[in-house]
């Protein structure tokens, strides 16, 4: 792993089936929308090994989400939760999620939502990319993403949390991941499972 500058990881790792998912699926979604990877698949794309179902994914909203739905289509993938753009479409300007896998097959999944609170923007207007060999993901801040795990506070997600504290221990802004944890009002968890 190669830190380019603050908001770029070069990524040399052997690419499981899941990370070649995601790095097809963000170079299909990059043309449509900004958006942004969130949540569990980070950890596992830096080297957590766990499984995952879903690849969680802010976007700020579609150009053209008819352009968007037959461009998935032709290229081989399907929305789980509906089966017309027009519907699909709702769920998203609603806040509701829509799931999009490949044609016939249920997992893994992309969770597509619009942001809602104020760190999911801050997700999006301070994105990292990370620089694979089949392509680059777009992820949000290693900071927020790891004050949001505690926040969740499952063992998975508390896991999840000290495995990229751990990595990025000597890169991280701590002042930020305060700032996040204090916001988020987990900050006796950070004390507790990080510090």
Known sequence: ????????????????DLDR???DFSTIIEKHTKHVIISGY??????????????????EGFQDFEKFYREIHEKGYWILNHDNSKDAHSMIK??????????NQWLPNFEIKMPKRDTDFYSLQNRITVLMKSGKLLIGPLELGIAFKLFLSS??????????????????DIGNLEHFAKNLKVLSLYEKYLL
């Open 1 to 16: 792993m190669e830190f380019i500058n603050s908001k770029t990881i070069r990524l040399d790792k052997a690419e499981n």
């Open 42 to 59: 980070v950890a596992i794309l830096f080297g957590r090994n766990r499984a995952s179902e879903d690849i969680d994914v802010f976007v």
């Open 94 to 103: 609603d806040g509701l999620a829509i799931r999009i896998a490949r044609k």
């Open 155 to 172: 063992e998975k997600d508390i896991e999840d949390a000290r495995f990229l504290y751990k990595l990025f221990q000597d890169r991280l």
């Open 21 to 23: 998912f995601a790095v």
